[in-house]
């Protein structure tokens, strides 16, 4: 079976950073995609990142423009596993953070939940001013 399992949240204050981690159990190394999302209460699932994976290593990446500058998706391929680096948080970047990997289809939008495959737990990030 296939698992992802994230770490990392925390309560930080503005202008702070936190890494997130999302480890993948049952790798195969054969994912299209692997992103992270958040979801803040009353709002809709958005997408903060995603990378393009191709023969086990990562390469283009995308950024929501309103963490662009601010976050770095990176892909571990030694740990399978993939990271979100968030400095400068705001606390508009309160959130559940959730790792999503692998389009069930290649010609689906990656920056579309409903495109996803497999998904973690989700780990809370709370930024405080």
């Known amino acids: 079976q296939v698992q992802l399992l994230e770490s990392g949240g925390d309560s930080v204050q503005a202008g702070g950073s936190l890494r997130l981690s999302c480890a993948t159990f049952g790798y195969t190394a054969s994912y299209n995609y692997m992103s992270w999302f958040r979801q803040a209460p009353g709002k809709e699932r958005e997408v903060v990142a995603y990378?393009?994976?191709?023969?086990?290593?990562?390469?283009?990446?995308y950024y929501a423009d309103s963490v662009k500058g601010r976050f770095t998706i990176s892909l571990d391929n030694a740990k399978y596993t993939v990271y979100l680096q968030m400095n400068s948080l705001k606390p508009e970047d309160t959130a559940m953070y959730y790792c999503?990997?692998?389009?069930?289809?290649?010609?689906?939008?990656?920056?579309?939940?409903?495109?996803?495959?497999?998904w973690g737990q989700g780990t809370q990030v709370t930024v405080s001013s």
């Open positions: 999503a990997a692998d389009l069930a289809n290649s010609g689906y939008d990656p920056r579309a939940p409903v495109s996803y495959v497999h």
């Open positions: 990378i393009y994976i191709s023969g086990g290593s990562g390469g283009a990446t």
